[in-house]
Antibody
Framework: EVQLVESGGGLVQPGRSLKLSCAAS????????MAWVRQAPKKGLEWVAT????????YYPDSVKGRFTISRDNAKSSLYLQMNSLKSEDTATYYC????????????WGQGVMVTVSS | DIVMTQSPFSLAVSEGEMVTINCKSS????????????LAWYQQKPGQSPKLLIY???TRQSGVPDRFIGSGSGTDFTLTISDVQAEDLADYYC?????????FGSGTKLEIK
């Protein structure tokens, strides 16, 4: 059974940093692209980052480019999101997602972790 | 960036009825290489994470009931739910997975009368 479990969320002050983790199991992690998607409270979904199988290629929207870094450790079947210079508008539930084949669409999602940026 | 315009914002139907949700992209999502449309549909039930229903515009994800049908090509797409069940109460989102940055529609809230 595919499982994705996020951790590392919490309350953080504006301008500070936070690192999210996603532990994967039930599939061969190194064979899949992975992504982070977020959802602000009572709002829609926003794609945040995608990483290739080896980690050599990463993709971000302009809203987080230069502030967020996606990475992975295939030996530990783990995905990460380093978030720097956090802003109030980064407040959201962050989901880890496995990418389906070559589609770039997420087929399995974790339960999400809440990040609140506030002073 | 590709803008996804989703409609309606919300709708309410009775069990057994059919619903259609629309999604329009600002650019074609049809790949000339493989003739596939890079449009996905997600269902998000209250308090849950999103679930993939449809990808490549019309390919149903494994385990998804055949009541869920995706159609369309180019820039205009539709998710049809036939014989709506109470368990279909959810928010539905389209996603263009054609190019980065990936972009979602604004969502449609389905309520059951």
């Amino acid at each position: 059974e595919v499982q994705l479990v996020e951790s590392g969320g919490g309350l953080v002050q504006p301008g500070r940093s936070l690192k999210l983790s996603c532990a994967a199991s039930g599939f061969t992690f190194s064979n899949y692209y992975m992504a982070w998607v977020r959802q602000a409270p009572k709002k829609g979904l926003e794609w945040v980052a995608t990483i290739s199988t080896s980690g050599s290629r990463t993709y971000y929207p302009d809203s987080v480019k230069g502030r967020f870094t996606i990475s992975r450790d295939n030996a530990k079947s783990s995905l990460y999101l380093q978030m720097n210079s956090l802003k109030s508008e980064d407040t959201a539930t962050y989901y880890c997602a496995r990418i389906l084949g070559f589609t770039m669409a997420g087929d399995y999602w974790g339960q999400g972790v809440m990040v609140t940026v506030s002073s | 960036d590709i803008v996804m315009t989703q409609s309606p914002f919300s709708l309410a139907v009775s069990e057994g009825e059919m619903v259609t949700i629309n999604c329009k992209s600002s650019q074609s999502l049809l790949s000339s290489g493989n003739q596939k449309n890079y449009l996905a549909w997600y269902q998000q039930k209250p308090g849950q994470s999103p679930k993939l229903l449809i990808y490549y515009a019309s390919t149903r994800q494994s385990g998804v009931p055949d009541r869920f049908i995706g159609s369309g090509s180019g820039t205009d797409f539709t998710l049809t739910i036939s014989d709506v069940q109470a368990e279909d109460l959810a928010d539905y989102y389209c996603l263009q997975h054609y190019s980065y940055p990936l972009t979602f529609g604004s969502g449609t809230k389905l309520e059951i009368k």
